[in-house]
């Protein structure tokens, strides 16, 4: 091809630089999988606790949902984490729900570790 053929091409945008859109289709794979890679709350049972922080917990079961795998609980303030709230909190041993009910007064800790939070060794506390 001449160049004034090649100037015609790339001004009517026919000529595509093939080098750039390998470059984008690279950028767009590495994006999907990081997205695919990010997630809610961990939930895996036996997942490790390294690496997270740990905070202590008491509060009230609303519901449990999802089999159990997911706790609501109306909590007082979290030291250092969160003020008094009713929320969700996934439990990554089920055995731990496993005698819990609505109404329950716990204790527990919650792990922390980036944007993924669980609870685990939940405790009924019994009133006297």
């Given at each position: 091809?001449?160049a ?16 750039g ?6 950028a ?17 049972a ?12 008491r ?6 949902e999802?089999?159990g795998?997911i ?23 089920s ?10 007064q ?23």
């Amino acid at each position: 091809m001449t160049a004034v053929g090649e100037r015609r091409n790339l001004e009517s945008g026919k000529q595509r630089d093939s080098s750039g859109s390998v470059g984008r289709a690279w950028a767009a794979l590495v994006l999907a999988l990081a997205v695919a890679s990010c997630g809610g709350p961990a939930t895996h049972a036996g997942a490790s606790t390294e690496g997270a922080k740990r905070y202590a917990l008491r509060g009230q079961i609303v519901r449990l949902e999802d089999g159990g795998k997911i706790v609501v609980v109306r909590h007082q303030k979290i030291e250092g984490w969160m003020d008094a709230m009713t929320m969700e909190f996934p439990v990554r041993d089920s055995r731990d729900a496993e005698s819990l009910h609505a109404g329950d007064q716990i204790t527990a800790t919650v792990f922390v570790r980036g944007q993924d939070y669980w609870i685990e060794e939940v405790r009924r506390e019994f009133v006297k």
